[in-house]
T-cell receptor, first 113, second 114 residues
Framework: DQQVKQNSPSLSVQEGRISILNCDYT??????FLWYKKYPAEGPTFLIS?????DKNEDGRFTVFLNKSAKHLSLHIVPSQPGDSAVYFC????????????FGDGTTLTVKP | DAGVIQSPRHEVTEMGQEVTLRCKPISGHNSLFWYRQTMMRGLELLIYFNNNVPIDDSGMPEDRFSAKMPNASFSTLKIQPSEPRDSAVYFC????????????FGEGSRLTVL
């Protein structure tokens, strides 16, 4: 039973365009969501997060949207840059146990120059 | 500040051998997590500690796996005996409840069991 799903294993976009990465979750107890970015041979690094009391959080080129009724979140990167090419993991946790995150399988983003 | 430090970065061993992976969390972080990344199962949580105490080991695949955290600055994940299906990248992550709640990952230990 996979509680956090990233249905697109890969995504390719042109430099300067928008990248949209999607994530679905099934556990209603999740109320804190994070995106991590991972380069080859490195550990995942935190990118942006959102709590369930919000529906949008923005940090520079990165915006995360949360649709609680649909149990869906998305990460928008605008404009996309070649350096954004990496694996992006969606993660979810409960505020009551915020350190224990359940991860999706990841989406490999390739930004073409 | 030093991040989470894992060793070894790469380990190649033969089936049946004992493997010990090590982790030094970020100073002051009170929780430590061991994750395993494989192509088939993605990033899966194996075990986590809070204040050096194991809280949830439900992700540990079987008795061949064990983890310890003897003090706040050191943890080990041991596999004995190792099997080829244990080949994966093992990540250690630390966490503190003082900030926004993200995990801080080490660079991982890539294990290959022949």
């Amino acid at each position: 039973d996979q509680q956090v799903k990233q249905n697109s294993p890969s995504l390719s976009v042109q430099e300067g365009r928008i990248s949209i990465l999607n994530c679905d979750y099934t556990n209603s107890m999740f109320d804190y969501f994070l995106w991590y970015k991972k380069y080859p041979a490195e550990g995942p690094t935190f990118l942006i997060s959102i709590s369930s009391i919000k529906d949008k959080n923005e940090d520079g080129r990165f915006t995360v949207f949360l649709n609680k009724s649909a149990k869906h979140l998305s990460l928008h990167i605008v404009p996309s840059q070649p350096g954004d090419s990496a694996v992006y993991f969606c993660a979810a946790s409960a505020i009551s146990n915020a350190g224990k995150s359940t991860f999706g399988d990841g989406t490999t983003l390739t930004v073409k120059p | 500040d030093a991040g989470v430090i894992q060793s070894p970065r790469h380990e190649v061993t033969e089936m049946g051998q004992e493997v010990t992976l090590r982790c030094k969390p970020i100073s002051g972080h009170n929780s430590l997590f061991w994750y395993r990344q494989t192509m088939m199962r993605g990033l899966e949580l194996l075990i986590y500690f809070n204040n050096n105490v194991p809280i949830d080991d439900s992700g540990m695949p079987e008795d061949r796996f064990s983890a310890k955290m003897p003090n706040a600055s050191f943890s080990t994940l041991k596999i004995q005996p190792s099997e080829p299906r244990d080949s994966a990248v093992y990540f250690c992550a630390s966490w503190t409840d003082r900030f926004t709640g993200e995990l801080f990952f080490g660079e991982g230990s890539r294990l290959t069991v022949l």
